[in-house]
Nanobody, 115 residues
Framework: VQLQAYGGGLVQAGESLRLSCTSS????????MGWYRQAPGKQRELVAE???????NYADTAKGRFTVSRDNSKNTVSLQMTSLQPDDTAVYYC??????????WGQGTLVTVSS
């Protein structure tokens, strides 16, 4: 399984950005899918996810600003980010899990927010 993440870039504070992650395997029956991020010197953390059994979950820092979505027809999971702030600067990773298998990770896409 390969996950290809794209959409990162350099934006100014207050602007928006959309990340997408395309899977080489159908996500229709995925157990969960979502986005994590890792800022310099910090641990990787959950940003937002879609869990098949329970719906969408967001980190407190993402609530009200970010929206996670899926497009089964394109095997894509996306993260729409608005009102970006310098603290959102990080490498963003997509993650998809099928059944009880290990999660698969995308290669990461860098988001840099300037003040």
């Amino acid at each position: 399984v390969q996950l290809q993440a794209y959409g990162g870039g350099l934006v100014q504070a207050g602007e928006s950005l959309r990340l997408s992650c395309t899977s080489s395997r159908s996500i229709f029956r995925a157990t969960s899918m979502g986005w994590y991020r890792q800022a310099p010197g910090k641990q990787r953390e959950l940003v937002a996810e879609i869990v098949s059994s329970s719906g969408k979950n967001y980190a407190d820092t993402a609530k009200g600003r970010f929206t996670v979505s899926r497009d089964n027809s394109k095997n894509t999971v996306s993260l729409q980010m608005t009102s970006l702030q310098p603290d959102d600067t990080a490498v963003y990773y997509c993650n998809v899990r099928w059944g009880l298998s290990s999660a698969f990770w995308g290669q990461g896409t860098l988001v840099t927010v300037s003040s």
